[in-house]
C-alpha cells in the first residue's frame, strides 16, 4: 500500500531562518510527486512537480528535491507570509491519476 | 484565467439528508478529482472523472457518487449524510499532470 510520511508535523522559525521540511514516500511506481501550499480554510495551491530521482525544481525561496524515497522542500530565508501548510503528495501509476497526500507540515514564520 | 470553482462555500445539512456539490474545471481540462479533507486525516481521494465517465474511485462507499457534464463540469453526490462526512470537499481538474484545486465546499453535518 501506497504511503507518504510528512516531518515534523508543524514547524516555527524565524523570519530568515532557513529549514527543510521531509516527505517520505513508498509507492509501487512513482508516476510523480507533488508539492502544495495551503492557507487555513483554502484549497491547496500548486507548487511543484518532480519526476524522478536527482530532480530539482526552485521557486523564488523554495527548492524541492527528489529522491529515490523521500523529497525535501527547502526554504531559504522564509518569510511571514510563507507561513501555511505544505502538502506532499505521491501518484502511483497503478492508481490512475489519484494523488496520495501526507498529512502536512504546518509552518510558521515570525518577524 | 479563470481558475477551478466550486459551489455552494458553504453547506449545512443534517443525518440522513443528500447535499449535492459542484464544480467547474480550468478552461480545457477534461479530468475532474474530488477529494475530502476532514479534519485530522488529510486529504482523501474520492472520485476522477475524465471525458464524461468515472474512471477511479476510493476507498469510499457506494453512496459518494458524481458524474460529470458535457461541458466537463462535474457534481459530487453524498446520500444518507452521516456526521464524519462533516469536511472540506475540494474538487481539482487538470488536462495532464498537474491537478488544481479549487476553494473547497465546507459541508457540515448536523
Known amino acids: 500500500e501506497d504511503q507518504v510520511t510528512q516531518s515534523p508535523e508543524a514547524l516555527r522559525l524565524q523570519e530568515g531562518e532557513s529549514s527543510s521540511l521531509n516527505c517520505s514516500y513508498t509507492?509501487?511506481?512513482?508516476?510523480?510527486l507533488f508539492w502544495y501550499r495551503q492557507d487555513p480554510g483554502k484549497g491547496p495551491e500548486f507548487l511543484f512537480t518532480?519526476?524522478?530521482a536527482g530532480e530539482e525544481k526552485e521557486k523564488e525561496r523554495l527548492k524541492a528535491t527528489l529522491t529515490k524515497k523521500e523529497s525535501f522542500l527547502h526554504i531559504t530565508a522564509p518569510k511571514p507570509e510563507d507561513s501555511a501548510t505544505y502538502l506532499c503528495?505521491?501518484?502511483?501509476?497503478?492508481?490512475?491519476?489519484?494523488?496520495?497526500f501526507g498529512k502536512g507540515t504546518s509552518l510558521l514564520v515570525t518577524p | 484565467e479563470a481558475g477551478v470553482t466550486q459551489s455552494p462555500t458553504h453547506l449545512i445539512k443534517t443525518r440522513g439528508q443528500q447535499a449535492t456539490l459542484r464544480c467547474s474545471p480550468i478552461s480545457g481540462h477534461t479530468s475532474v478529482y474530488w477529494y475530502q479533507q476532514a479534519l485530522g486525516l488529510g486529504l482523501q481521494f474520492l472520485l476522477w472523472?475524465?471525458?464524461?465517465?468515472?474512471?477511479n474511485r476510493g476507498n469510499f462507499p457506494p453512496r459518494f457518487s458524481g458524474r460529470q457534464f458535457p461541458n466537463y463540469s462535474s457534481e459530487l453526490n453524498v446520500n444518507a449524510l452521516e456526521l464524519e462526512d462533516s469536511a472540506l470537499y475540494l474538487c481539482?481538474?487538470?488536462?495532464?499532470?498537474?491537478?488544481?484545486f479549487g476553494p473547497g465546499t465546507r459541508l457540515t453535518v448536523l
Open positions: 481539482a481538474s487538470s488536462f495532464a499532470g498537474e491537478q488544481f
Open positions: 509507492v509501487s511506481g512513482l508516476r510523480g
Open positions: 518532480l519526476y524522478s
Open positions: 503528495a505521491v501518484q502511483a501509476w497503478d492508481s490512475g491519476y489519484a494523488l496520495n
Open positions: 472523472y475524465d471525458e464524461g465517465e468515472e474512471r
